[in-house]
Every structure is written in structure tokens, then in C-alpha cells.
């Protein structure tokens, strides 16, 4: 079934794609492997994926909501002064989440062989 949401130019695209691309997305892969760890409000979960570029607040909750649209995130707004807003994982989200970290695990794990055969590209290209 294709749908033709979220593209203005009425182009189609599979809802398991549309997913995909949100699960995998810069910021949606690192809030599903902190989320894995456990809630998070929002300012803490900023600070802790920020790295060298931090995500911007409007980032953080395109992502945030996105996440929680598809079903992965749960949102819990507490009814306290001042308010308090808590992220973490559904069911279905903590299965996404161990896929997510397992293939970043795998990224860490490997990046000498990827950094070799990066360099092998280059200078390849460099002798052509």
C-alpha cells in the first residue's frame, strides 16, 4: 500500500519506507538508543545525544513526535508545577531501539575495516 504523505509533490512512498526512514534518521537512531537506557525528559535527552553539532530543539521534536506517531515513543506529561514531560519507549519502540543499537554496536565495532577500505577508494580514484 502506498501512501502519498509527507510529500508535496504527490510522489508515493510505502509506509514500512516512511518508518524506516524515521527509525534510521541522524537524530531518531541516537533518541531510540538513549531512550533504550531509560526516560528521559527533554532538555536531558538534548544534552546527552548533543555531540560536536547538538540537535536543535525544533529537531529534537519534529524527531520526538515523529517517533511517537509511529508508535515507538511514549510521551508522559505529568500534572506538576513546573511541568514535567517524560520520553521513553513503547514495546514497540524498545524492539526498534535493539535493532538500532545493535547495527550502531556493529558501525563501532568494524570502523577500522571501514576506515581502510575508505582509504583504499581514495587512493584508487587518486591514481585514475
Given at each position: 500500500m502506498a501512501v502519498t504523505e509527507g510529500k508535496p509533490d504527490?510522489?508515493?512512498v510505502c509506509p514500512?519506507?516512511?518508518v524506516l526512514e524515521h527509525v534510521t534518521s541522524k537524530w531518531g537512531v541516537l533518541v531510540l538508543i538513549h531512550l533504550l537506557d531509560r526516560p528521559y525528559r527533554f532538555?536531558?535527552?538534548r544534552r546527552a545525544i548533543g555531540g560536536v553539532r547538538p540537535v536543535s530543539e525544533k529537531m529534537l521534536t519534529q524527531t520526538l513526535q515523529t517517533l511517537e506517531r509511529d508508535g515507538l515513543v511514549h510521551r508522559e506529561a505529568r500534572p506538576v508545577i513546573p511541568p514535567r514531560v517524560d520520553y521513553s519507549l513503547t514495546g514497540l519502540g524498545r524492539e526498534?531501539?535493539?535493532q538500532v543499537r545493535d547495527l550502531a554496536l556493529w558501525t563501532q565495532k568494524r570502523m577500522d575495516a571501514v576506515q581502510?577500505?575508505?582509504e583504499a577508494y581514495d587512493a584508487a580514484k587518486r591514481r585514475v
Open positions: 504527490g510522489e508515493t514500512y519506507r516512511m532538555s536531558e535527552l526498534a531501539a535493539e581502510e577500505a575508505r
